[in-house]
């Protein structure tokens, strides 16, 4: 409808939606503007408040339940005395455990003085219930919900001393897990980027938008595959790492612009920016040169942020809030183009991090530094500020994932690091943690002087080497020796 068209894909209220009105009639997202209106609503249980009675007066008091959509939440309002009709829906609500799946009729009505939530989207209405149906819910021998969802949407609002459900208990309780309002904005702006993308590359750039197979021949791409066995014997086929060849027989077969969202299987190790499974968006260009890649390339990024941006900001309901992304030098800037050899001058590596704004020092420099500094804590190359050190091996031990050994030895060792600033920025400098970090210098620490820890053998030699060289690349030493340390 044009009313959804004013509103980010997926990202659209309920009124801009065509709703069944054979289920419900209106999202749980009602505002001041729909009082007095007759709304039938589906949604689920997120918390109740019901009066045991104990007295004639207690059993005449209203229940109040906490009703939950895809759009939002809304307070529901059960009042016993207001007819068989009404009855029936108390009962109905005091038996109902949380989580369950309800269909609701009644009419929208201003909240009582003094009862407006403005922190909630419907928070100044509630709804008088005349009928309730149970669509679905849990069997009463089942007991309370295995992932305390209403919790889980606590700790994401920021609640105080709220404690969401572990890992291990969200992955295998999924279906509840993805009801958190985190979760379905996290789906909602994944949906309206990867829309945006496709739209800048079909309807901007003419790309043709083609689903290769993803089971293929084995290949050798530089990753262990996935082996898939067949009914026939002796005969598999491989996951595809990558559309790479089918991608290259689309250009041989005249399709000059082809792209998708393609999803690829590698048998590896997980890491924080690679999964075994992953998607990626997938592009081929035939009869085009540097300029026009990086030309498209440029829009993609641009169309997918300002697509992220746009729904985060439609999607504020949902807690907790994104922030705003933008790329430096803004939207239609070209990105800045560096050669190989542009890099290594520089930078001293094919792959800087210039985000850290630190290139490879000339050799007057060089010369300045150790005459300042001593010549053996400068061999590996520049000197670094401690918080820099800390902020680079924070994003290693991401890379290498926290869940593992050597993220969690890396994440100590940037934690030791943030530490010892803090101490040095309040003026004193106590010597540093052994076991952690070596021969830290008040304010600022030589490359080859941050030598992270073995921390009882939890980082392999070639694991250190590795995280070396992250620091190398940061502060753009000129040699390797750092990353053989």
């Not at 942020?305 to 439609?314: G, K, P, R, S, V």
């Not at 690349?473 to 020796?481: D, L």
């Amino acid at each position: 409808t044009e009313a959804a068209r004013a509103f980010p894909v997926a990202a659209a209220p309920s009124a801009a939606l065509q709703l069944s009105a054979e289920i419900r009639t209106s999202g749980c997202d009602l505002t001041a503007s729909d009082v007095g209106r007759s709304v039938v609503l589906a949604g689920w249980v997120q918390a109740k408040r019901v009066w045991s009675a104990k007295a004639d007066s207690d059993a005449a008091r209203p229940a109040f339940v906490v009703l939950r959509d895809e759009f939002g939440t809304v307070q529901l309002v059960v009042d016993a005395s207001g007819g068989p009709s009404a009855r029936e829906a108390a009962s109905a609500v005091a038996e109902l455990p949380l989580e369950s799946c309800v269909r609701v009729e009644g009419v929208v009505r201003a909240r009582p003085e003094g009862q407006a939530k403005s922190a909630a989207a419907s928070g100044a209405v509630e709804v008088l219930v005349s009928a309730v149906s149970v669509l679905n819910a849990p069997p009463p021998s089942s007991g309370p919900a295995p992932l305390p969802v209403a919790t889980a949407v606590a700790e994401d609002e920021g609640a105080t001393g709220a404690t969401g459900p572990g890992e291990d208990v969200r992955m295998r309780h999924r279906s509840l897990d993805l009801r958190r309002p985190r979760m379905q904005r996290n789906l909602r702006v994944r949906a309206a980027t990867i829309h945006a993308m496709r739209r800048q590359l079909a309807e901007r750039h003419g790309f043709l938008e083609v689903e290769t197979p993803a089971l293929f021949l084995s290949t050798p791409e530089g990753a262990r595959e996935f082996i898939v066995p067949t009914r026939e014997s002796g005969r598999f086929y491989a996951l595809v790492q990558s559309p790479q060849q089918h991608k290259q027989m689309l250009m041989a077969g005249g399709v000059t612009r082809y792209f998708q969202v393609a999803r690829c299987f590698r048998d590896e190790g997980g890491r924080a920016d690679r999964q075994p499974e992953f998607t990626q968006l997938d592009m081929e260009m035939g009869f085009a040169g540097g300029a026009d890649i990086r030309r498209v390339a440029e829009g993609v990024l641009d169309a997918a942020l300002a697509a992220f941006n746009d729904t985060a900001a439609a999607l504020a309901r949902l807690p907790p809030p994104l922030r705003s992304v933008a790329r430096r030098g803004g939207a239609g800037s070209p990105l800045p183009v560096f050669t190989y050899a542009d890099c290594m001058h520089s930078f001293g590596s094919d792959r800087p991090l210039r985000r850290l704004g630190v290139a490879r020092p000339e050799p007057e420099d060089k010369d300045r530094v150790a005459s300042e500094a001593g010549a053996s804590s400068v061999t590996a190359g520049g000197e670094l500020p401690l918080r820099d050190v800390s902020a680079i091996l924070a994003a290693s031990a991401v890379e290498e994932g926290q869940g593992g050994a050597a993220g969690a030895a890396l994440l100590h060792a940037a934690r030791t690091c943030a530490a010892q600033a803090a101490r040095e920025a309040d003026g004193s400098v106590p010597a540093a943690p052994p076991g952690s970090l070596e021969a830290l210098r008040p304010s600022r620490v030589s490359i080859r002087a941050v030598r992270l820890p073995r921390l009882g053998g939890l980082l392999s030699r070639r694991q250190l080497g590795e995280a070396a060289e992250r620091l190398q690349h940061a502060a753009g030493a000129a040699g390797r020796r750092c990353a053989a340390e």
